[in-house]
C-alpha cells in the first residue's frame, strides 16, 4: 500500500494469483486461454470444459465456473492458475455442454464452432495457437474436439 492507495475494495480480479507463504505448493503457473469462436452459429450459453495435454502432465479444468455467454466471432479469454507444471502444452481437447433450460433452448444454439484456441503460458512467455483436427471446429452439446499446434 502506497500513499495514494484507495481504501475501497478491489474492483477485478487481478492476472496474478497469490497465495500465504505456509501454502503448499510454493508456485502457481499461469495460462491464459482464449477461445476463438466461428461464424456458424449466432448465441448460446454453455459450460466449456478444457482438458490441456503438456509435455509433463495433463489437466483437465472449466474455462469459466459459470456458463459464459458465447456470441459469434467473439473472442472469450480466461485466466487459468494450476498448481501443476504442465510443460509446453501440446494439445487441448474442448468439451461443449449447452446450458439452460426449456425457454432458453429456443434462444442457445445446441451446437457452437471454435476456430482457434490460443495459450499463452505465462511462465514459459510462449505464445502457441492451435487449430482444430480433422476440420471438426462445430461441436454439437456433450461432444469434445481435439485442437493440435497449427
Known sequence: MGYHASPNKALGRLYLDTQMANKVPYCINHYQIRLISGSNFAQTKAQIGLTLTGSQATQ??????????????????????LKTDLGMIQRVNIEFKRTGHLISSLL???????????????????????????????????????????
Request: aromatic residues 10%; charged residues 20%; negative net charge.
Open 60 to 81: 483437465s479444468v472449466l474455462f469459466d465456473s459459470e456458463e459464459p455467454l458465447l456470441k459469434q466471432n467473439s473472442i472469450e479469454t480466461r485466466y487459468i492458475p
Open 108 to 150: 442457445y444454439s445446441n451446437k457452437w464452432a471454435f476456430t482457434h484456441v490460443i495459450v499463452i503460458d505465462g511462465d514459459r512467455q510462449t505464445n502457441t495457437t492451435f487449430c482444430a483436427e480433422n476440420n471438426t471446429t462445430v461441436l454439437e452439446s456433450g461432444s469434445t474436439a481435439r485442437f493440435s499446434p497449427c
